[in-house]
Nanobody
Framework: QVQLVESGGGLVQAGGSLRLSCAASGRTFSMYDRGWFRQAPGKEREFVAAIRGSDGRTYYGDSVRGRVIISSDNVKNTLYLQMNSLKPEDTAVYLC??????????????????WGQGTQVAVSS
């Protein structure tokens, strides 16, 4: 079992940057596949980015590609999401997710077993 706690959200102006963090319990978190999703009010949860535990390969959603970077500090057991050039449409609750089993998809919520509570990001125009 792993517990995930997100932080780093807040209010930022359009064009600004934020770095989200996801702190995890468990010694082998770096070996998990890990991802970030977001959910805006009234909308479905949307894939943002993921990193494969076995080799660090990264995956990005179309709406954020080129503006966000997912990374991991394996010593600190922490996952990060650096978000740049933020837009009002990036406003959402951002959630960290993880799994320690094989699955072919990184893009769907059902592919992950562990979830954090989320951190709110609000981007003003």
């Amino acid at each position: 079992q792993v517990q995930l706690v997100e932080s780093g959200g807040g209010l930022v102006q359009a064009g600004g940057s934020l770095r989200l963090s996801c702190a995890a319990s468990g010694r082998t978190f770096s070996m998990y596949d890990r991802g970030w999703f977001r959910q805006a009010p009234g909308k479905e949860r949307e894939f943002v980015a993921a990193i494969r535990g076995s080799d660090g390969r990264t995956y990005y959603g179309d709406s954020v590609r080129g503006r966000v970077i997912i990374s991991s500090d394996n010593v600190k057991n922490t996952l990060y999401l650096q978000m740049n050039s933020l837009k009002p449409e990036d406003t959402a609750v951002y959630l960290c997710a993880a799994r320690n089993r094989f699955a072919t998809s990184f893009y769907t919520t059902s592919a992950y077993d562990y979830w954090g509570q989320g951190t709110q990001v609000a981007v003003s125009s």
